[in-house]
């Protein structure tokens, strides 16, 4: 069976028992890391099933993120993909299942588990990616929203002379997790791609800083060369 009956395969079965619980984490966020992961794949020696697979079930428990065990999404995510492949596609190999399930785990942020395997990294950048550029820029305000959370301090927005609070200010995500994504990031392209996404969430900072000051056609430099990402 190739990829791509897998892919259709794990969308039916998504569409009829997945309900995601944020905009943030429907079957098209599977979709658009399954395609991002491809792209990092390219020319490497992956088991693609294994990165198609965790792309597709990585996000299958994903508790909100004012929950507190937040952190233990991914390996609850894990366990879960194991039951799913095990009962409802007892054809899927089973000896490459610990690998899908490493890379459920390993994928998210929160957990802090080093991702192991080729295929673990490409998931990690991949999902990754999806939290940066103007897809990223998108999710944080629409999770933000359904969290009634502000967009940001009115006083101080980008943080100058207080701790952050992402849990307050939506624009707070940005420095607590987004623009130190790149850093993280575990292959040469992923990384390319994360300071490429991340220019862009500076850019949208510098002229969010314009705008509040009232200029709605300029840019303010001091934060374009403040959070400026390190090539």
């Not at 998504?14 to 429907?26: C, G, K, P």
């Not at 993120?65 to 999404?73: A, F, I, T, V």
């Not at 080093?114 to 990294?121: G, V």
């Not at 944080?140 to 006083?155: K, S, T």
Request: hydrophobic content about 40%; glycine content about 6%; charged content about 25%.
């Amino acid at each position: 069976m190739d990829l791509s009956h897998w892919q259709e395969r794990f969308e039916a079965w998504l569409r009829q028992h997945y309900q995601h619980q944020d905009a943030a984490h429907d079957i098209g966020h599977f979709r658009r890391v399954w395609l991002t992961a491809g792209r990092l794949s390219a020319g490497e020696p992956v088991d693609l099933l294994v990165v198609l697979t965790a792309c597709y079930f990585h996000d299958i428990v994903s508790l909100a993120k004012n929950h507190p065990e937040r952190h233990l999404s991914s390996q609850r995510a894990a366990e879960k993909t194991r039951q799913i492949l095990t009962e409802d596609f007892p054809d899927f190999p089973a000896q490459q299942i610990p690998s899908v399930m490493h890379a459920v785990a390993a994928h998210s942020y929160s957990a802090g588990i080093a991702p192991q395997t080729p295929e673990a990294k490409i998931v990690q950048d991949a999902d990754r990616l999806e939290a940066l550029g103007a897809i990223g820029l998108a999710r944080v305000f629409a999770v933000g929203g359904a969290l009634n959370v502000a967009l940001f301090d009115p006083d101080d927005p980008f943080a100058e002379h207080r701790a952050l609070d992402d849990r307050r200010y939506s624009l707070d995500h940005f420095q607590r997790k987004l623009l130190r994504l790149p850093e993280s990031m575990q292959t040469v392209e992923g990384r390319r791609m994360a300071n490429d996404s991340a220019r862009f969430l500076v850019q949208f900072m510098a002229r969010l800083s314009a705008e509040l000051g009232g200029d709605y056609s300029g840019s303010d430099e001091r934060i374009a060369q403040r959070f400026a990402p390190q090539p």
